[in-house]
């Protein structure tokens, strides 16, 4: 079965500073990845995906992630963190047929 | 244009009220899902549609009964809810296994 682990339910960075959230998986199929970010009382905005080919994506917001087959790893990066990066930020996978498998998710705080 | 529209943005009912939540999406996706979320949970998937047909049911009890009219709106009709069905309600549709979220429908029951 896939899964998704998150390491760290809350990172605080200071504005200006580099953003980094960690993101494993397991997975026996190669995986289609995903970054979501929510902002607080709203939906799930979609910041980036992995599907096949170039393993460095690039997203909104000027983020991006590496997708390390080796590490089975998808951390998620921005190099100069904004206050309005302030929200929770879901990495997720999915198996095929309709079904996303979520981390628990990783609060961002951003500190002026 | 990536955007699923959700009405209402809140909602307030009583454990004996009937009510619904709307969906729409006019990107062409085929598949259209529910999701509820706890406050600092992730999203827990509740049914699937595929092509306007129940693909995937988790489970969920029945009091929560989806419809899909047509393959731009699904709907959920809500009955007899507990007060820990209180959530943020949220609804994708997907294109080639990338989901697209709404803005979600808040839900209290009193």
């Known amino acids: 079965a896939q899964s998704v682990t998150q390491l760290g339910s809350h990172v605080s960075v200071s504005e200006g500073a580099l953003v980094l959230l960690r993101c494993n998986y397991s997975s026996s199929v190669p995986p289609y990845l995903f970054w979501y970010v929510q902002y607080p009382n709203q939906g799930l905005q979609l910041l980036l995906k992995y599907t096949t080919g170039a393993t460095l994506v690039k997203g909104i917001n000027g983020f991006e992630a590496e997708f390390k087959k080796s590490e089975t790893s998808f951390h998620l990066t921005k190099p100069s963190a904004h206050m309005s990066d302030a929200a929770e930020y879901f990495c997720?996978?999915?198996?095929?047929?309709?079904?996303?498998?979520f981390g628990q998710g990783t609060e961002l705080s951003v500190k002026p | 244009d990536t955007e699923v529209t959700q009405t209402p943005k809140h909602l307030v009912m009583g454990m004996t009220n009937k009510k619904s939540l709307k969906c729409e999406q006019h990107?062409?996706?085929?598949?259209m899902y529910w999701y509820k979320q706890k406050a600092k949970k992730p999203p827990e998937l509740m049914f699937v549609?595929?092509?306007?047909?129940?693909?995937i049911n988790e489970s969920v009890p029945s009091r929560f009964s989806p419809e899909c009219p047509n393959s731009s709106l699904l709907n959920l009709h809500l009955h007899a809810l507990q007060p820990e069905d209180s959530a943020l309600y949220l609804c994708?549709?997907?294109?080639?296994?990338?989901?697209?979220f709404g803005p979600g429908t808040r839900l209290l029951v009193l």
């Open positions: 990107m062409g996706h085929r598949a």
């Open positions: 549609y595929s092509y306007e047909k129940l693909s």
């Open positions: 997720a996978v999915t198996p095929g047929g309709g079904k996303l498998i």
């Open positions: 994708a549709s997907s294109q080639e296994e990338t989901q697209y």
